[in-house]
């Protein structure tokens, strides 16, 4: 598993999977517009679980195909009832087939739940230990949420806070 990718290299944009993959009409157009995005220096791809009830990764994971993928910073998501170790690794498990890799770049809580945190930060430095993923964050945390996060075993390993904000937003 070559894991060579290097922050620095990544592309200023990124693109951004909701609501693609759920219309089998457009999985041509999707695909190419992925494809062309990878084709003309783009290197980060953002999907979830829950885009799609995981079609969405699984249009990324085809997209992504024949593509250098330690060129490509890929980033999922998992649920908020998901974020306590065991499910983390399902959860993991399952976008990781989906997407045809074998690890990920950033795995990231989607939004904050009711799962305590120090237990979703046990699990998912466990996931980053065996290699199942380079780094791991938080999505969607307001000021109180990091500084709760950053106040547990390990929550200043936090990688990224990936907050909504795109074109329409």
């Known amino acids: 598993m070559e894991k060579s990718f290097q922050e620095s290299n990544l592309s200023g944009l990124g ?3 909701w609501g693609i993959g759920e219309d089998a009409s457009k999985k041509k157009d999707e695909l190419a ?10 290197k980060v791809i953002d999907t979830a ?8 990764e ?7 195909k024949g593509y250098d993928r ?4 890929l980033i999922s998501k998992f649920y908020p ?11 993991l498990e399952k976008s990781l087939k989906r997407l045809g890799t074998d690890y990920l770049d950033l795995y990231l809580l989607h939004w904050r739940g009711d799962k305590r945190l120090s237990e979703t ?5 466990e996931l980053q230990k065996e290699g199942l993923i380079r780094h791991w964050g938080v999505s969607n945390f307001d000021v109180a949420d990091l500084e709760e996060l950053f106040s547990v075993p390990g929550g200043k390993d936090c990688f990224a806070n990936e907050d909504l904000y795109n074109l329409s937003e």
């Open 70 to 73: 330690s060129k490509i910073f």
């Open 33 to 42: 517009a992925l494809r062309y995005g990878l084709d003309h220096g783009i």
């Open 49 to 56: 679980e829950m885009y799609g009830e995981g079609k969405s």
């Open 121 to 125: 930060v046990r699990g998912l430095k």
């Open 81 to 91: 009832y998901h974020a306590s170790p065991e499910l983390e690794r399902q959860s």
């Open 15 to 17: 693109m951004g999977t």
């Open 58 to 64: 699984k249009l990324v994971g085809e997209a992504i």
